[in-house]
């Protein structure tokens, strides 16, 4: 029995991790139940929806999430996903969430691709920039993934393939969003290369 939100956290992050949705929602949704002021700030519990299917559940999470983190370019990329799912891509940027402060790299760029004005190869410069070995990997981590889920809601599974194997394998990192890329991969039956 799990006795404090904290282990229905981590339950659920266990859950998520394995591929199980249902009951990573399962944990979360007890978490929330629990702390109800908890639910906003429940970014995974978004991610959990998009990959059980619950398009519309997730667009509401990655809507609230927006009262307590305003400016996450990650956030309103998977509210994209939703609505690119629920509705259409076109659909999708016209409800696409303004950001305006997210310096990590290259996630200004991910924010204009999905926002229809910027393209994958700007994304992949820059996440290309000089910087230490780590956070290059770390940045084209993260440039693969976002290019890769952005392929696969324009319903294009190859480049998604191409992107998501290239975050879960040749430049994974072991941060959440990086087992995301593997988990991604999983779900969809995708080898991913050592």
């Known amino acids: 029995m799990l006795l404090a939100a904290e282990s229905s956290m981590e339950a ?30 429940h970014w995974q519990r978004g991610l959990a929806l998009y990959y059980a299917g619950r398009f519309r559940e997730g667009r509401v ?34 409800a696409f969430i303004p950001i305006t402060s997210d310096t990590r790299v290259p996630l200004k760029e991910v924010h ?4 229809g004005k910027g393209s994958a190869a700007e994304v992949l410069a820059a996440a290309d920039r000089s910087a230490s070995e780590g956070a290059l990997r770390n940045q084209r ?13 324009l319903g294009d599974s190859a480049k998604a393939k191409e992107h998501l194997t290239l975050a879960a394998g040749k430049y994974r990192m072991d ?20």
Request: with cysteine; aromatic share 10%; glycine share 6%.
């Open 12 to 41: 659920g992050t266990r859950a998520f991790m394995a591929g199980k949705m249902d009951e990573a929602l399962r944990h979360w949704d007890r978490q929330i139940a629990e702390d109800p002021a908890a639910g906003p700030h």
């Open 61 to 94: 999470q990655f809507e609230s999430h927006q009262a307590v983190n305003s400016q996450d370019v990650e956030n309103a990329a998977w509210h994209f996903l939703c609505v690119a799912k629920l509705e259409s891509p076109e659909a999708a940027r016209r």
């Open 112 to 115: 204009a691709l999905y926002a």
């Open 141 to 153: 981590c993260y440039a693969h993934l976002y290019l890769g889920l952005y392929s696969e809601a």
């Open 175 to 194: 941060h959440y969003m990086g087992q995301v890329a593997t988990v991604h991969c999983r779900l969809r039956g995708w080898s991913v290369p050592a």
